[in-house]
């Protein structure tokens, strides 16, 4: 058998992590986590980490193995999870990569775009400008300075507009002109598996998810993560709105009600992204339907 890369995809909530860790037992091997969020490990519960037990069933790469502190970006992610593979490719013909951020995933999969240079004085004022002015200031900014990402891009994440913003002002082009490069050659195969439920159904995780999520104590640990609000990686679901409660914007009920918004809308453009790749194979995240799919392509 060549060495293989099974890349399991899907929107939060839809069931990715308990998933794979049945798939990474049946074929005993290990799993690269491709979450944007899920490797720093000063965030735990608003970022629905693998639990203690499944971590300890299959090991996890790209979990906890980062601090908010530090940069993370698509490239150094792309060398961290290729590292990764190779190890796991040295003593197993299959690997797992399992996540919801598509940017890291294309990046695993077919290489990373160029990357421009940018002007740090440019990158420090759009930044303080957004820490005070917010994310109307900011969608407004994109859309006048850079209408081909506003009409295409994830216009209501804020690391990605502060990226296209900065970009568009340091170098006079597009994020999207960056955004065309071929794929890189891999030197082992890849399967990708995408997991689908019904919406009602995916809504009513993510309503679930929410309230464990605040009965688990979300909302003491975003207390504790204030003084690193500023942060790039603090700018997620479950932690910005519930900043905004500390600071008197939300009242606890309409801060929650807000999470399970964002992430439901969130979820609806993880789906838009994965549909886009004709290459995911869709099935229902149930383990024979998810095995009956990756035996067809390994043959």
Not at 224 to 230: E, G
Not at 279 to 289: G, L
């Amino acid at each position: 058998m060549s060495k293989t890369c099974i890349v399991i995809v899907g929107p939060t909530a839809v069931g990715k992590t308990s998933l794979a860790v049945q798939v990474a037992k049946l074929y005993n091997t290990k799993i690269i986590s491709a979450d944007s969020r899920q490797c720093f490990k000063e965030l735990n519960i608003g970022v629905a980490k693998p639990s203690a037990d499944e971590l300890e069933e299959v090991e996890h790469y790209f979990i906890n193995s980062h601090s908010i502190k530090e940069e993370m970006n698509t490239a150094v992610f792309e060398q961290y999870a290729l590292g990764k593979a190779d190890e796991i490719f040295k003593a197993n013909d299959v690997a797992l990569v399992v996540g919801g951020t598509g940017l890291y995933v294309k990046t695993f999969c077919q290489g990373i775009d160029e990357v421009p240079v940018i002007d740090e004085r440019i990158r420090k004022k759009i930044n303080d400008e957004y820490a005070w002015e917010g994310l109307d200031w900011l969608q407004k900014e994109v859309k006048k300075n850079d209408p081909l990402y506003f009409s295409q891009g994830e216009i209501k994440n804020p690391h990605r507009l502060l990226r296209a913003l900065e970009v568009k002002l340091s170098t006079g082009k597009s994020i999207i002109e960056f955004q065309t490069q071929e794929k890189k050659h891999r030197n082992f195969n890849i399967i990708k598996i995408g997991l689908e439920i019904p919406k009602e159904q995916l809504h009513k995780n993510i309503n679930s998810r929410v309230d464990a999520m605040m009965k688990a104590g979300l909302l003491n640990e975003v207390k504790k993560l204030v003084p690193h609000m500023k942060l790039k990686a603090l700018q997620t679901v479950g932690y910005r709105e519930l900043y905004g409660h500390i600071i008197g914007d939300l009242n606890i009920e309409d801060a929650v009600e807000a999470i399970k918004i964002n992430t439901r809308q969130y979820a609806k453009r993880q789906m838009t992204w994965f549909k886009k790749d004709e290459e995911v194979i869709w099935c229902a995240p149930e383990f024979d339907i998810v095995i009956k799919s990756i035996e067809a392509a390994l043959q």
